[in-house]
């Protein structure tokens, strides 16, 4: 089953993703601070962080770019500067709040594809080493 770490200050507002994320076969692990994100990503893996920008204790864009994982920022003020600058740094998407459930699923299924498509482009590049090796 694929986890999802929630990252956002409102206790409401992680509950309700949590709650999507479970409905389209998330496992869930929230934090609250920049800071409990870090310990959460330190000792847990994870698919997919969906993470605040303002958050008690710094800009959840600090915490761009992720642990590797795919990064999609929520957030209640949304601007063009705020996700043309998460794109940059390395965000998926950008959603804003109220998060519309229709779109957190476009969102992870776009993130499936592409999480897909890596891996048939490993398989693929091995193929070809292990021709390569042949001759």
């Known amino acids: 089953m694929s986890r999802a770490l929630v990252i956002d200050d409102d206790p409401a507002f992680r509950l309700a993703l949590a ?5 389209e ?6 934090a609250a601070t920049c800071h ?3 310990g959460a990503l ?12 303002n958050l008690p204790d710094g800009s959840g864009l600090d915490l761009l770019p992720g642990p590797g994982a795919p990064t999609v920022i929520v957030t209640g003020e949304p601007s063009l500067y705020l996700a043309d600058e998460a ?8 959603l804003a ?3 519309d459930r229709m779109r957190v699923r476009m969102t992870l299924a776009g993130l499936a594809r592409e999480r897909g498509l ?7 590049r091995a193929e070809v080493v ?5 001759l």
């Open 42 to 53: 330190a000792s847990e893996s994870v698919d997919v962080l969906f993470l605040d920008v």
């Open 87 to 94: 794109l940059r740094l390395g965000a998926r998407d950008c």
């Open 118 to 124: 890596r891996e048939e482009i490993d398989r693929l």
């Open 19 to 23: 709650d999507v994320l479970r409905v």
């Open 25 to 30: 076969g998330y496992t869930t692990l929230s």
């Open 36 to 38: 409990e994100a870090l």
């Open 97 to 99: 709040k109220p998060v």
């Open 130 to 134: 292990a021709l390569r090796s042949r």
